[in-house]
C-alpha cells in the first residue's frame, strides 16, 4: 500500500518570493514515481513534475524543482518566483511503477495563495 | 502531452435519473482509464480502474451496479451513475494511460444532483 502525506495548511505566499510544498510517502515498492499536479478553481488537474525513485538528481521543470530525499522519504516542492497564476491546490501523488493498471495515490492537497 | 476530454462539462438533473459521462483520448490510444470523483477541497478519490474490452475493476466502497462503467474502445470510455442522488454530487474526473507512461486528466465534471 502507498500513502501520501501533506499536512501544511493553507500556505502563503508573497510574489516573486519562492516557496515549499511539502511531501511525505510511505511505500514497500522498490521502484515508483512521485507527481506533483496542480489544480486551479477550475478544477483541472495540470501535471507539473515527475521524479522517479531511482534518479539521482532532483528533478527541475522551469520554476518547479523536487526536492527528493529518498531516506526521508520526502518529496517537497520547491516553486521559485511566485506568481499570481500559481494560486491553486496542488497535489502529490505517487505510484509504483510496474504495469499499466498502477495507480495514483493522492495526498490531501495544499492550497496555496500568492499575494499581490 | 496528450489531451483528454470530457462531456459534459456540468450537468445538471432530477434525483433519481441516470447520469453519462464520457471520458476520451484525443491523440492517443488509452490501454487503462481511471475515474476519480473529488469533493469540494478534498483530494481525488479513485473510483475504478478500466481496461478497454474487460471489466472495470472498482475500489472497495465503490458501488459497481450505480457506477456503470463501460471502456467500449481505445480513446472513450463512459461512466453512467444510474438513479442518481443529491449525495452523487461531485466533481468527477477521469484520466488516461497509454502503456506505462503518464497518466493525462481530462477537465473534469460537475454533477449537481437536484
Known amino acids: 500500500a502507498q500513502k501520501i502525506t501533506q499536512t501544511q495548511p493553507g500556505m502563503f505566499v508573497q510574489e516573486k518570493e519562492a516557496v515549499t510544498l511539502d511531501c511525505t510517502y510511505d511505500?514497500?515498492?522498490?521502484?515508483?514515481?512521485l507527481f506533483w499536479y496542480k489544480q486551479p478553481s477550475s478544477g483541472e488537474m495540470i501535471f507539473l513534475i515527475y521524479q522517479g525513485s531511482y534518479d539521482e538528481q532532483n528533478a527541475t521543470e522551469g520554476r518547479y524543482s523536487l526536492n527528493f530525499q529518498k531516506a526521508r522519504k520526502s518529496a517537497n516542492l520547491v516553486i521559485s518566483a511566485s506568481q499570481l497564476g500559481d494560486s491553486a491546490m496542488y497535489f502529490c501523488?505517487?505510484?509504483?511503477?510496474?504495469?499499466?493498471?498502477?495507480?495514483?495515490?493522492f495526498g490531501k492537497g495544499i492550497t496555496l495563495s500568492v499575494r499581490p | 502531452g496528450a489531451v483528454v476530454s470530457q462531456h459534459p462539462s456540468r450537468v445538471i438533473c432530477k434525483s433519481g435519473t441516470s447520469v453519462k459521462i464520457e471520458c476520451r483520448s484525443l491523440d492517443f490510444q488509452a490501454t487503462t482509464m481511471f475515474w476519480y470523483r473529488q469533493f469540494p477541497k478534498q483530494s481525488l478519490m479513485l473510483m475504478a480502474t478500466s481496461n478497454e474490452g474487460s471489466k472495470a475493476t472498482y475500489e472497495q466502497g465503490v458501488e459497481k451496479d450505480k457506477f456503470l462503467i463501460n471502456h467500449a474502445s481505445l480513446t472513450l470510455s463512459t461512466l453512467t451513475v444510474t438513479s442518481a442522488h443529491p449525495e452523487d454530487s461531485s466533481f468527477y474526473i477521469c484520466s488516461a494511460k497509454q502503456g506505462w507512461n503518464e497518466q493525462f486528466f481530462g477537465p473534469g465534471t460537475r454533477l449537481t444532483v437536484l
Open positions: 511505500t514497500s515498492d522498490q521502484s515508483y514515481g
Open positions: 501523488a505517487m505510484s509504483p511503477i510496474t504495469g499499466a493498471n498502477s495507480k495514483l495515490t
